[in-house]
């Protein structure tokens, strides 16, 4: 089973500034991995796919690098409503097919 | 707008069977180029996927659960549903139904808590 870690669990920023954020997987996910942001009491939302894509809808200032096993989201000018949990989740479509969950970072206002 | 909405009951005794169905509007559940999943957060926790369908029935699952997941699919009534046996107090979650393009979860129910007591 393929472990995403993410890091910090929790990063402490104000409005404006620059977030980056850490996913890093246990073995190589090439590009297969996909960010989400969770708002308290709502389901998560699909923020970026393929490392790199941001989603219908999304803002530019929200960015996804990496391939292989070290993947980034950056928010390039934090905004209030961005302040929330971030999930990274790889897919493994060859066998067995298995999706997995980081364990989440917490974006607080700072 | 493609709409899904989770239902089933909210409280599940230990031992039991935990069923939930997922109703889809606004699209067909039929579409080649889509598979429908569902993911599960523990209270204060992270998510966990359990298992995705495609419309003609073809199923995978996560290892870790797969002794006791079924999933179904309903293309009739454009629902699919989860079936969780030998439930005990860890599979208290909120149970999430989502749309997926080879992992990639675009759209999603707004989840339902089940609680596992007696």
């Known amino acids: 089973e393929i472990v995403l870690t993410q890091s910090p669990a929790t990063l402490s920023l104000s409005p404006g500034e620059r977030a980056t954020l850490s996913c890093r997987a246990s073995q190589s996910v090439s590009s297969y991995l996909a960010w989400y942001q969770q708002k308290p009491g709502q389901a998560p939302r699909l923020l970026i796919y393929?490392?790199?894509n941001r989603a219908t809808g999304i803002p530019a200032r929200f960015s996804g690098s990496g391939s292989g096993t070290d993947f980034t989201l950056t928010i390039s000018s934090l905004e209030p409503e961005d302040f929330a949990v971030y999930y990274c989740?790889?897919?493994?479509?060859?066998?067995?097919?298995?999706?997995?969950f980081g364990q989440g970072t917490k974006l607080e206002i700072k | 707008q493609l709409q899904l909405q989770e239902s089933g009951p909210g409280l599940v005794k230990p031992s039991e069977t935990l069923s939930l169905t997922c109703t889809v509007s606004g699209g067909s559940i039929s579409s080649s180029s889509y598979y429908w999943g569902w993911i599960r957060q523990p209270p204060g926790k992270g998510l966990e996927w359990i298992g995705s369908?495609?419309?003609?029935?073809?199923?995978y699952y996560n290892p870790s659960l797969k002794s006791r997941v079924t999933i179904s699919v309903d293309t009739s009534k454009n629902q699919f549903s989860l079936k969780l046996s030998s439930v005990t107090a860890a599979d208290t979650a909120v149970y999430y139904c989502?749309?997926?393009?080879?992992?990639?979860?675009?759209?999603w129910g707004q989840g339902t808590l089940v609680t596992v007591s007696s």
């Open positions: 393929d490392a790199s």
């Open positions: 989740q790889q897919r493994s479509n060859w066998p067995p097919r298995m999706y997995t």
């Open positions: 989502a749309r997926h393009v080879y992992g990639d979860y675009d759209y």
């Open positions: 369908i495609y419309y003609s029935g073809s199923t």
